[in-house]
């Protein structure tokens, strides 16, 4: 079976780091072109300044990997679609609920594959942590969500812009591992979102949800963390306490800590081979409407500005 041809639109940090690996060691891809008004992709590909120039004069494409920031993303995405690719969506899938629902409507009726990605939900811990608590009955939970944005997000202008999520760009990724490991769904009571006065997105914010069968789940969402960070869910069961670290790497169960190597790109871009192979698609919008949600239902402060 040939290799499934793909173009990496948006070529920055995350396309370097983890797109391209892990396409590069998937047998079931091949990069194709990559996409970018500002960054060239590796030796040796075709590279294009945009996706239209590509899509007039570069090489046949089946798919494509959307890297760029969410508030660009529809018209990429759309774009693509109308011309029969096939297409990723890095997290978060969209800008709105909206955009996403219309993507992939139009995706079902082409009659290819959206994939709207979580890669949290790959890292090692996060598969057996969903078996083990399928079978417990869940008493409460904690999710710790601090890091530094210094340090992981330096100079990126658009995640503080409307659309860009601030400090729910991080969180989302907690969430769509919550949303994956709890067997019951979830939703907000009430949540306090804290804005630098000079953004337009939050640096931090504190969150209650609630279980289908009451119990609770407190979010704790900072960007202003220095030193050690923390990537922490915890839950209370009644067969004890589950932990998951390092951003889901790494499983504590009252029995002992498990702590495998992390795989998420790589699974990934399995998954989005096998739903391009089977004809389906997957788009899974729980982590982005429960972030909606803080928005729509969340008080908001100001703090101290922010300057990076």
């Known amino acids: 079976m040939d290799p499934i041809r793909i173009a990496i639109v948006g070529v920055g940090k995350i396309a370097r780091d983890q797109h391209i690996p892990a ?17 060239r992709g590796p030796e ?5 300044s945009s996706l239209e120039e590509l ?29 029969g690719m096939h ?15 219309a993507l992939e409507s139009r995706a079902d009726k082409v009659g290819v594959t959206l994939f709207a990605s979580w890669h949290s939900r790959y890292a090692a811990g996060v598969a057996p942590a969903r078996a083990w608590l399928a079978e417990r009955t869940i008493r409460s939970a904690k999710i710790v969500w601090r890091e530094d944005v210094r340090v992981w997000h330096p100079g990126q202008d658009w995640i503080w812009e409307p659309g860009g999520l601030g400090v729910f760009d ?4 907690a969430l769509s591992i919550a949303t994956h490991i709890m067997p019951r769904p979830f939703f907000l009571k009430e949540a306090t979102l804290s804005l630098p006065a000079n953004r337009a997105a939050p640096i931090a914010a504190d969150i209650e949800f609630r279980d289908t069968a009451g119990a609770e789940i407190h979010m704790d969402l900072d960007w202003r963390q220095t030193g050690p960070q923390s990537w922490d869910i915890i839950v209370e069961t009644d067969a004890g306490t589950l932990k998951l670290s390092n951003g889901g790497a790494v499983l ?26 089977g004809g389906r698609s997957d788009v899974d919008i729980a982590p982005l409407r429960l972030v909606a949600d803080a928005f729509l239902r969340g008080k908001r402060e100001l703090v101290e500005e922010f300057h990076d």
């Open 252 to 277: 504590t169960l009252p029995t002992g800590t498990e702590h495998n190597e992390d795989l998420e790109y790589p699974g990934l871009y399995s998954r989005f081979a096998n739903l391009i192979r």
């Open 44 to 48: 040796g590909i075709p590279h294009f």
């Open 55 to 83: 899509i007039e004069s570069g090489p046949a494409i089946d798919a494509v990997a959307l890297c760029t920031p969410p508030q660009v993303r529809y018209d990429l995405a759309a774009l693509a679609l109308s011309k």
């Open 87 to 101: 297409v990723f969506l890095e997290k978060p899938p969209g800008a709105t609920l909206a955009e996403v629902a």
């Open 23 to 39: 396409i590069e060691g998937n047998p079931n891809f091949s990069i194709g072109a990559t996409v970018s008004p500002n960054h």
């Open 170 to 173: 991080p969180g989302i990724n």
